[in-house]
């Protein structure tokens, strides 16, 4: 085979390898139970989400002089799912370096922003985790013991584990009665969503998982009063997907769910692109090789 064809051979099978390349930033994904399944060259893990409905007295300072019952919050509020964790591993493509910066909201393992840059191109992921509260007046003096008192509050709804004791799965599931008079409904799994076990790991991925959304609504009584909230939980048992922009951020939700927002890309290199140079760049090979067997002769 003459050096030419070797040459030629060689671009061409560069020209396949860099085409498959993405220039979203790729990562591995590994589940860990147990130490042994940690690798060692993870960039970081961190937890899922989970929910927590809480109710509780709001700011005693707006609470009017004469009102015999305070001011309620109610808000979902997250929290870490620390049945197992989720690793995080480089897996770059050839001749693509991914650096993962990864930013934890303070004394937890979960992610409150992580920055991503692949060669020049910088992917930032930005979670913002809070708590919207709703504010609800003071209302008249309790009498039904089937109903939240003063001194019930602060109130805790361990939304996992009311999905773990009743069973419920994809499907919604209506008019769930706990203590102190408090009825929960929960909607159901969305259709993209995968339960974790059939989420084969290690799983390589130009983006992230994330805690399943699901709508709950939440109904009680407060002295002589129904009040009904309407929020978001997370169901870490069933995980969606969401890709990495090529440029531009991902935001986490307040309660639950992801959004997000693409910038335009500039200097990004295709893989026509990458096509094209290799092959004005086997030309200019081709036509130095012939030009140096004239030169032999």
């Keep these: ?30 589940r860990i139970d147990a130490p042994t ?8 893990t961190f937890y899922l989400r989970k929910s927590a409905i809480k109710i509780d007295k709001a700011d005693t300072s707006s609470k009017k ?18 049945n197992f964790k989720i690793g995080v591993r480089r897996a770059d493509e050839l001749g693509v370096r991914t650096s993962l910066n990864i930013t934890k909201i303070s004394n937890t393992e979960l992610i409150k922003e992580a920055g991503v840059e ?22 008249g003096i309790a009498s039904d013991p089937n109903e939240l008192e003063p001194d019930d509050l602060p109130k805790v709804i361990q939304i996992s584990d009311i999905l773990k004791d009743k069973d419920i799965r994809r499907d919604a599931a209506l008019g769930i009665e706990m203590s102190d008079g408090i009825k929960i409904d929960i909607g159901q799994i969305p259709p993209d969503a995968v339960e974790i076990n059939d989420l084969k790991m290690p799983i390589k991925l130009s983006g992230l998982i994330y805690s399943s959304c699901r709508s709950a609504t939440i109904e009680f009584k407060f002295g002589d009063q129904k009040y009904v909230k ?25 309660e639950c ?39 032999n002769k």
């Design 118 to 139: 692949v060669d020049d191109k910088r992917v930032e992921l930005i979670n913002k985790v809070g708590a919207i509260i709703t504010k609800i007046p003071a209302l």
């Design 37 to 44: 399944d940690v690798k060692g060259d993870e960039v970081d």
């Design 230 to 254: 309407a929020v978001k939980i997370n169901d870490p048992r069933y995980l969606q997907r969401i890709a990495f922009p090529i440029k531009g951020k991902v935001s986490f939700h307040t």
């Design 257 to 295: 769910g992801v959004s997000v927002t693409s910038e335009k890309d500039i200097g990004v290199s295709t893989g026509a692109d990458i096509v094209d140079a290799l092959a004005i760049q086997g030309k200019a090979i081709k036509d130095a090789i012939d030009a140096a067997k004239k030169d």
């Design 1 to 30: 085979m003459s050096k030419s064809s070797k040459s030629m051979i060689i671009l061409v099978v560069s020209s396949i390898l860099l085409c498959g390349c993405a220039v979203a930033p790729t990562v591995q994904l590994t």
């Design 65 to 82: 002089e004469n009102a015999e019952l305070p001011l309620l919050t109610i808000q979902s509020v997250v929290e870490e799912y620390d």
